[in-house]
């Protein structure tokens, strides 16, 4: 409860500044965000700046609010760690295998939230996509929950952006499930193509100077289209 009145508070406070006029954000494609009754979603997005955060629980409708993972370290002051756990924030170990990371996570995606993932693994440098990771794809098929791709841009100049009034445009595109069961076996080559198909579908909702590595990719599918 006390976390939904921070996350309200939060929330008031940036659409108030949207709608005085002294912030510049707005998001398109919310009729792509599957009926929030059906359960626990996973939203996959590129991380260009800490800003991304605040903007996209912002600029979801409210009753999509979004958890998400950030590193353990940041859990090691007990006021922090009160903090980031009332408002859902789960503790991952970077760099190796966090079993515990998981099952919070697939705890939290079946008690029907809303998990933030960026595959990148990290802050992209110059705004433009990196090579995503396989972790979404793989709590995807141990969850059975849909995937919303999404894109952020304008957020690359922080908050500093924001105060002159740089605009932060999310895009959310169509949200879809890999149809691969929590049991079947998904081989390299077939994990690689998923999270590939994965990044493509972010890359569509970017500029193409954000394309990043997976500017070839993104060719080959419009072709195929």
């Keep these: ?8 508070l939060f929330y008031v406070f940036i659409h108030t500044m949207i709608r005085i006029g002294w912030w510049r954000m707005r998001a398109e494609g919310w009729e792509h965000l599957p ?17 991304d955060i605040p903007s996209v629980g912002a600029l979801l409708p ?6 998400w993972l950030a590193k353990s370290e940041l859990f090691s ?32 995606l079946h008690r029907g939230q809303i998990v933030l993932i960026f595959p ?18 793989r ?8 995937i919303i791709p999404m894109a952020i841009y304008g957020s690359q100049y922080g908050l500093r ?11 959310i595109g169509p949200a879809y499930t890999l149809g691969v069961g929590p049991n079947q076996r998904i081989l390299p080559d077939q994990m690689e193509q998923l999270t590939t198909d994965m990044m493509v579908k972010i890359a569509q909702l970017l500029p ?10 993104l060719m080959v599918a419009d072709e195929a289209r």
């Design 1 to 8: 409860m006390l976390g939904w009145l921070f996350y309200g």
């Design 35 to 51: 009926p929030r009754d059906q359960g626990g979603m996973i939203a996959v997005m590129n991380h260009v700046n800490w800003v």
């Design 62 to 67: 409210f009753s999509y609010r979004l958890s």
């Design 77 to 108: 002051n007990p006021v922090a760690s009160w903090w980031f756990r009332t408002m859902n924030v789960i503790p991952v170990n970077r760099g190796r295998r966090d079993r515990a990371a998981i099952e919070g996570v697939l705890e939290a």
């Design 120 to 137: 990148e693994g990290h802050r992209s440098r110059n705004a433009e996509l990196q090579k995503g990771h396989t972790g979404a794809i």
């Design 139 to 146: 709590l995807a098929q141990q969850s059975g929950v849909p």
């Design 161 to 171: 952006g924001i105060l002159r009034r740089q605009e932060i445009m999310l895009r």
């Design 208 to 217: 193409s100077a954000c394309h990043g590595v997976y500017r070839q990719a």
